[in-house]
């Protein structure tokens, strides 16, 4: 989805920044804390073997069991020199508590009274939000009695020591005071005599400052989600406004086509949907006056026959020669037929577009339709009206095209009726079929000649306008409306195929009829 789509490709990768960025912090910061929480162990390991062995060495006897002499350890515990975030406890094998380094050296709480030491700015934005964050995790611990940062209980890491293993971790104590803290087995003679545990509470501060580290990838991340949401907001969401703000000018009348060249010429979706609804609105705009031409045509062309139509009546109220009144009744019954005629065109021209959008394309086979057609016409054929044929080419094949069959009747019906009427009497209609394989696609392409007097250069193009109804010296008059080729080059062309004219010349260059030539896509391509 996101591949194929500029704007999801934005949104994802907007929206993906400032995540991987509180990611890639998070890993690196928690890398430095684990870093600093181990080299805290290793310190107070260290610090441990020296005071372990000095107990064990001052503090101890072996007869007649092994045992931690209470008064000595408490001696040599009280003359360390520990700093002030160190804490040091013993215990005896029983895990009684037997001595407080902060009791024996009568230690004060410096950090009771705070700092006198006037934070700075760093300090004054990042305290409050570690302060809340412990406070949470208290509130956590509490519920739980176990907190995410403590692997085992002060008693479980006490006992364990107890039966001589070296235990170290991380842990908040029951008055919410984080501490990294160390317990080492003092031994004498193999056995477990006591255990000295060893904290440090200054695991705060460091957690403090990694906080403190953090703030800035949240920063930077929550700048680099508002500026995506503003690129988003100027780069969607305005230009989603401008487009309804256009369309609802063209519903209103406002405007009759849309201009949006700036947002045309963006190279993604929103470009794609300006470009459509520009061109849908152009399209309808070019529909809509169309009709308004056709509608005035229709007029014209209805007014005409209906004006010849009030003189011949009019001139017949008056005339009392039974010869003329008869070429009068002619004059009328010709425009009746030129006006059913043009009724006829007009309802076949303005269902056209509907059929078009509603009818499914099925096979059409174009050489049994004209077959059936030219047999029909020499059916009902008059003495002395031409003769329609129809002749498949050899080697033709199957005449087949993806199509509407009535449509398709449409076409050749109205060409067979422009070559009949054009055509001399007891002359002949010859219809043509055969296949075209040009670039390893097949047409289909059918010819319909007469033997009319042919067609002007300059009108080849012409005659298939709408009520184009320019006719030679002669032709038979009502029974073209102009309509007919119209609607074979409309029918065509919704079929994706086209529709042209020429003239049939003989070998002195005479011309000896008309010849149409309709292209269709085969069905086998």
Do not use: C
């Amino acid at each position: 989805m996101f591949a194929n789509s500029r704007i999801g490709r934005l949104i994802f990768a907007s929206n993906l920044a400032g995540l991987l960025i509180l990611i890639v912090g998070a890993l690196v910061l928690n890398e430095m804390r684990v870093g600093l929480v181990q080299a805290r162990i290793d310190s107070l390991n260290t610090q441990g073997d020296l005071i372990v062995s000095v107990l064990a060495e001052g503090a101890t006897i072996g007869d007649p069991e092994p045992e931690l002499i209470a008064v000595n350890a408490r001696r040599i515990l009280k003359r360390l020199e520990l700093p002030p975030t160190i804490r040091a406890r013993l215990y005896n094998s029983n895990g009684r508590l037997i001595g407080d380094y902060d009791l024996l050296s009568d230690r004060v709480d410096e950090l009771a009274l705070g700092s006198l030491e006037e934070p700075g700015f760093w300090d004054f934005i990042t305290r409050p939000v570690s302060d809340f964050l412990d406070m949470i995790a208290r509130a956590l611990q509490s519920n739980a009695r176990r907190s995410l940062l403590q692997p085992q209980s002060f008693e479980e890491e006490l006992s364990a020591a107890l039966v001589g293993e070296r235990v170290s971790g991380e842990r908040i104590t029951d008055q919410g005071e984080r501490v990294v803290s160390v317990s080492l087995p003092i031994q004498h003679v193999s056995a477990v005599v006591g255990v000295l545990t060893i904290e440090a509470n200054d695991v705060a501060d460091v957690v403090r400052r990694e906080r403190a580290a953090l703030l800035p990838f949240i920063g930077v991340a929550i700048f680099v989600n508002l500026l995506s949401a503003s690129l988003l907001a100027l780069m969607i969401a305005q230009p989603l406004r401008r487009l309804a703000y256009s369309a609802d000018r063209v519903r209103t009348g406002a405007t009759r086509k849309l201009e949006l060249t700036s947002l045309t010429n963006r190279k993604d979706e929103i470009g794609e949907l300006a470009i459509s609804l520009e061109a849908m609105t152009n399209t309808l705009f070019e529909r809509i006056v169309a009709n308004e031409a056709f509608a005035a045509d229709v007029a014209h062309e209805l007014k005409n026959p209906l004006t010849s139509i009030r003189s011949a009546v009019e001139t017949t109220e008056r005339v009392t020669d039974p010869e003329a009144r008869e070429k009068l009744r002619k004059v009328i019954a010709s425009d009746v037929r030129r006006l059913d005629r043009l009724i006829t065109d007009i309802s076949n021209a303005t269902r056209l577009e509907a059929e078009t959008a509603r009818l499914p394309n099925e096979p059409v086979d174009i050489g049994q339709l004209l077959t059936d057609l030219s047999e029909s016409y020499d059916a009902i054929r008059d003495e002395g009206q031409p003769h329609v044929r129809f002749q498949r080419e050899d080697g033709a094949g199957e005449l087949l095209v993806l199509g509407r069959e009535g449509a398709l009747g449409q076409i050749f019906r109205n060409l067979i009726e422009n070559a009949r009427s054009f055509s001399p009497p007891d002359g002949e209609v010859l219809l043509t079929g055969r296949t075209l394989v040009s670039k390893g696609r097949a047409t289909v392409e059918v010819m319909i000649e007469d033997e009319g007097p042919g067609i002007p250069e300059d009108k080849l193009e012409k005659i298939f306008e709408r009520f184009y109804t320019d006719r030679p010296k002669g032709a038979k008059f009502g029974q073209n409306s102009g309509l007919g080729l119209s609607i074979v080059a409309q029918i065509a062309e919704s079929h994706r195929g086209s529709v042209t004219a020429e003239n049939r010349l003989n070998s002195a260059g005479e011309i000896q009829g008309a010849r149409f030539v309709v292209k269709l896509p085969s069905a086998n391509s």
